[in-house]
């Protein structure tokens, strides 16, 4: 994906499996299909019954699992993370899944998707009980609340730890006899669960379902934790629901387009926001082109509902890392010089409309309008598929300030000068909920839409720990 949010870092992937004879193959290839959501790190936990084993590095998934590693992790359930780090820092010490060893608790392996927005408040709790944390994550925050749990069952012991968290968060815990799932009461981060044969498989997004040869089965509800053992599945609510909050960016930009969340497929969703666009953008062009890869559905929707037609006019070098791993602006700036190329025979000397899925900073908008316009472009009019990005993010996107957000400080006509196109247009918050159309009633139909709006679905922290706002949507 290079759309203008690479300015937003990713979220993490999750994949688990239980009960196959060639589990670390199969996670290994899970995670394959889930690394879009994180490249900094990846790791595999496996157990055979019996123990715990575990492989982690910093890197992508080929760069980590060679097939002996792979051969060495043997056991019948795994469960797998593929990293980009929300909170917390880099190395790897960070890199998910983690393996704690308890003599209360016994073993458990824990990997996290999203952010818990009291995490510093609650680590700062458990150091003055005796607590010392061997990581920068909030995902280590959980792993001392359950051994510091009352007594009972191990699953008893997480869910009373998972009462104690607050914000985004996609839980998979495993022992020796277990794998456990978890979301948060809002459903900030979608996991879904699948069938191979006899045995059980969980991720991310379903796409790794297909790769693997899983039949997915359905959704983890909101507030629901899921045990699954050699004698099957079994669920049990933690946490009554308080309105479904999906993050509205797994839609417009984080999950590949072949995924499903709550039934609906995220190409046909960002199609539909393309067209949408183009109803509300009602612009006069020769060409409509996408940035890649993430905005192309929304290109093509917006194509077929505006009768222009559709061409590739930018072409992406798949062989250079994303401009957000790069650690200053100058060299994100770079970046997308390498990264992409306009396609001079299609855009010279035409008007052409640029969509994108979402403005961040506007580096990368402002160079790619740039280039188009010294191929020849007579006029470059931007197009995005989603509303203004006025506000952070704390659930697990990398957008802690609104100073660092162009939209937080400026309006629509100076961003349109700032990044030099012709014209801007964003879908409107309305557009938005219509175009993605989830199942749910409710103002925001089931999704968390704070980037846009400023109401967040859970109280925020601020960095000493105070609440500084609470809204409900």
């Given at each position: 994906m290079l759309a203008e949010i690479r300015g937003l870092n990713e979220e993490c992937g999750l994949f688990g499996i239980w009960g196959h004879e060639e589990a670390p193959q199969l996670t290994y290839y899970g995670l394959h299909s889930l690394q879009h959501r994180g490249q900094e790190g990846a790791g595999m936990v496996v157990t055979d019954g019996e123990a715990l084993r575990a492989h982690k590095a910093e890197g992508l998934v080929n760069d980590v699992?060679?097939?002996?590693?792979?051969?060495?992790?043997?056991?019948?359930?795994?469960?797998?993370?593929?990293?980009?780090?929300?909170?917390?820092?880099?190395?790897?010490?960070?890199?998910?899944?983690?393996?704690?060893?308890?003599?209360?608790?016994?073993?458990?392996?824990?990997?996290?998707?999203?952010?818990?927005?009291?995490?510093?408040?609650?680590?700062?709790?458990?150091?003055?009980q005796g607590s010392i944390f061997q990581t920068t994550s909030d995902t280590e925050v959980l792993a001392h609340l359950i051994r510091r749990s009352g007594t009972g069952a191990f699953k008893d012991r997480v869910k009373q730890a998972i009462s104690l968290v607050e914000g985004a968060y996609a839980f998979l815990v495993m022992t020796e006899t277990d794998m456990l799932v978890a979301v948060d009461p809002h459903g900030l981060r979608p996991v879904s669960i699948g069938r191979l044969g006899k045995a059980y498989v969980v991720a991310?997004?379903?796409?790794?379902?297909?790769?693997?040869?899983?039949?997915?089965?359905?959704?983890?509800?909101?507030?629901?934790?899921?045990?699954?053992?050699?004698?099957?599945?079994?669920?049990?609510?933690?946490?009554?629901?308080?309105?479904?909050?999906?993050?509205?960016?797994?839609?417009?930009?984080?999950?590949?387009?072949?995924?499903?969340?709550?039934?609906?497929?995220?190409?046909?969703?960002?199609?539909?926001?393309g067209k949408r666009l183009a109803m509300e953008a009602q612009i006069e062009a020769d060409v409509v082109?996408?940035?890649?890869?993430?905005?192309?559905?929304?290109?093509?929707?917006?194509?077929?509902?505006?009768?222009?037609?559709?061409?590739m006019g930018l072409i992406k070098n798949r062989y250079v890392g994303r401009t957000f791993i790069q650690p200053s602006q100058s060299l994100r700036e770079q970046g997308v010089k390498m990264k992409l190329a306009p396609v001079r025979g299609v855009v010279e000397g035409k008007r052409v409309?640029?969509?994108?899925?979402?403005?961040?900073?506007?580096?990368?908008?402002?160079?790619?309008?740039?280039?188009?316009?010294?191929?020849?472009?007579?006029?470059?009019?931007?197009?995005?598929?989603?509303p203004p990005i006025k506000n952070p993010c704390f659930y697990g996107i990398d957008t802690s300030s609104k100073e660092e957000l162009i939209a937080g400080r400026n309006s629509v006509e100076e961003i349109r000068q700032l990044i030099g196109a012709d014209s801007?247009?964003?879908?409107?918050?309305?557009?938005?909920?219509?175009?993605?159309?989830?199942?749910?009633?409710?103002?925001?139909?089931?999704?968390?839409?704070?980037?846009?709006?400023?109401?967040?679905?859970?109280?925020?922290?601020?960095?000493?720990?105070?609440?500084?706002?609470?809204?409900?949507?």
């Open positions: 699992f060679s097939q002996k590693i792979i051969e060495d992790l043997k056991g019948k359930s795994a469960i797998g993370h593929v990293r980009y780090a929300t909170a917390g820092g880099g190395g790897i010490a960070n890199v998910q899944p983690f393996l704690f060893n308890s003599q209360t608790v016994g073993s458990f392996a824990l990997a996290h998707n999203g952010n818990l927005v009291n995490a510093a408040s609650l680590k700062n709790q458990l150091e003055m991310s997004e379903t796409c790794a379902f297909d790769l693997v040869g899983a039949e997915y089965i359905r959704d983890v509800e909101p507030g629901e934790l899921v045990i699954i053992n050699d004698e099957g599945l079994h669920s049990e609510l933690f946490a009554v629901s308080s309105g479904r909050a999906m993050c509205s960016m797994e839609y417009i930009y984080f999950s590949r387009p072949d995924s499903n969340i709550d039934g609906i497929n995220v190409h046909t969703a960002r199609k539909s926001l082109t996408g940035v890649p890869d993430s905005s192309i559905s929304a290109a093509i929707g917006f194509a077929e509902a505006s009768g222009i037609p559709y061409e409309i640029m969509v994108d899925d979402s403005i961040v900073r506007g580096t990368t908008s402002r160079r790619i309008v740039n280039m188009l316009k010294e191929a020849g472009a007579k006029e470059v009019h931007v197009c995005i598929s989603s801007l247009t964003f879908l409107s918050v309305e557009g938005t909920i219509e175009a993605i159309g989830r199942p749910f009633e409710g103002e925001y139909r089931g999704q968390c839409m704070a980037c846009f709006t400023g109401k967040y679905p859970t109280e925020i922290y601020t960095m000493d720990d105070h609440p500084y706002e609470k809204i409900k949507q």
